[in-house]
């Protein structure tokens, strides 16, 4: 008699679902469609946005200084935090990842953002800001519901970081609305949580990489682990993040952003940077971590000093720190996920080095005022997410590498 085999457990199911999808290809996996239409947003919107600042007048579309705060946190960032997430949480959880329509649909109600957002003086103010929050909002929903039914719960932090960027979106359009006259209340809380965001997910696969890579070496130098420092860091940030949100020009605020600096360059010394400097792919994560510490270092400094002005710091944020870490990300779970080589070629290196070269152009532009800075930072964003799009699109759009192997 023979005995019956045992049930196959859910991680076998999820991988045997996983092999048995038939929809889209570009569909299967939420890295496809946001990562590439976050690289593609990221020309596109900083075009449109220079055209317009340098007086080229664009018929018919709605550029100005706010769209191009909104379009870069909210329409950019948005998206590249989507793909991550999407493609992250199912490993956390082990369910299996939002796909298919589900996920055709998030995609289509996140590009019906950036078109009513350009076409606002067609649709109207109310409706296009009702469109362009549908996004993040159900996005929210989708995210929570696979993390309680994978009963995740050390991951609700991340979800309620998602949310708070939702509602930062919601008041964003309250403003530009004239329903809550809070003078940027809702950009430096979005800054504020990408940055929370940013740490706590750096915090996690900084150190994890580098270690890995540093034992496959032999080194016995290797990142430290999570401690009390790493969550004291955190909650200074979450309280840094408060007080620039609600009292941007206050001395509490330059004080804590002073602390903060510290604390995370403290925290980056920690995970051994200097010994990865030879792997791109690592030592870029290590540079877009280094741009929180010298945000918050600017942000001081234009409270105490009045020198440089906040936009400076705003810009180490978003395309020091955040541009950064997106376009590391991208190219490590696109090649990850596709059953690619984690090494290195040469245009991951040319991107790293533009995308850094961008960011320090940007914040320079910001601090001596140069219109040359600013015309520098726009051709390496360029050449850094054009690189991508040019590299990554056969891997994005294409069948994962372990397939075309068989």
Partial sequence: MTEPKPEPSLRQRNISARRDYAGP?????????FFLGAALWAIAA???WLASWLGFPIAGLYVDANWHIHEMIFGFAAAAMAGFLL???PNWTGRLPVRGFSLAVLAMLWLAGRAAMLLEPMLGSELAAGIDSAFLVLFTAAIL???IAGRNWRNLKIVALVAGLALANITFHLESLGVFPTNGMAMRGAVSL????????????IPSFTRNALRQRGSTILPSGFTNTDRFTLVMTLATGISFTMVPGGLLTAALALICSALHLERLTRWRGLHVLHEPMLWILHVAYL??????????????????TQSAAIHAFTTGAFSSMILAVMTR????????????????LVMY????????SRVSGSIFAGLLFHQIATVFWIVAFGLFIITYWSVLTGPDARQKSR
């Fill in 46 to 48: 900083l075009m449109l």
């Fill in 194 to 205: 990408l940055i929370l965001l940013v740490s706590l997910i750096g915090g996690r696969i």
């Fill in 353 to 360: 080095c533009a995308i850094t070269l961008a960011a320090i």
């Fill in 291 to 308: 741009w929180i510490a010298i945000g918050y270092a600017l942000l001081a400094s234009s409270l105490f000093l009045e020198f440089p």
């Fill in 145 to 147: 519901r696979e993390i």
């Fill in 25 to 33: 290809l570009f569909f299967s996996q939420g890295f496809r469609p």
């Fill in 333 to 348: 779970a696109s090649r990850g996920h596709t059953g690619r080589s984690l090494q290195a070629d040469w245009s991951a």
């Fill in 87 to 89: 493609t992250a949480i």
